[in-house]
């Protein structure tokens, strides 16, 4: 049997996800709160790939993911203008690095409305 030639393996990149989530039993959010954004740096070959990941992580942690908005990738970002910092740089690096999603930040949501 001749050898298949091997696929070229697409570049990931990481891309910039803000996932709201609603209230699951056993969700380790904070009590009273009705769900919470979570900033989310995800790597993928493109943002479709990056958001099933994303999902499937935050379904693993008991959270109950309900919208997902793409933000693009670190140069897209750059290119619109978004001031990126170095610890973002970091993070976004070890994203990449370990092929990984890494919340960035968590907000609960109480009474429909964010509380810093």
Not at 13 to 21: A, F, P, R, S
Not at 30 to 56: I, K, N, W, Y
Not at 66 to 76: F, S
Request: charged share 35%; proline share 4%; hydrophobic share 35%.
């Amino acid at each position: 049997m001749a050898d298949k030639p091997k696929k070229p393996k697409k570049k990931h990149d990481v891309y910039t996800l803000l996932v709201q989530v609603g209230r699951k039993d056993g969700d380790g959010l904070p009590e009273g709160s009705t769900g919470a954004g979570l900033l989310c740096f995800a790597s993928g070959v493109d943002e479709a790939e990056a958001v099933r990941e994303t999902v499937a992580v935050l379904k693993q942690a008991d959270l109950n993911p309900l919208d997902v908005t793409g933000y693009g990738t670190r140069t897209e970002r750059e290119a619109q203008g978004d001031e990126i910092n170095d610890e973002e740089r970091g993070l976004m690096d070890r994203a990449l690095a370990e092929n990984a999603v890494i919340v960035v930040q968590m907000t609960p949501f109480f009474d429909g409305e964010e509380k810093g």
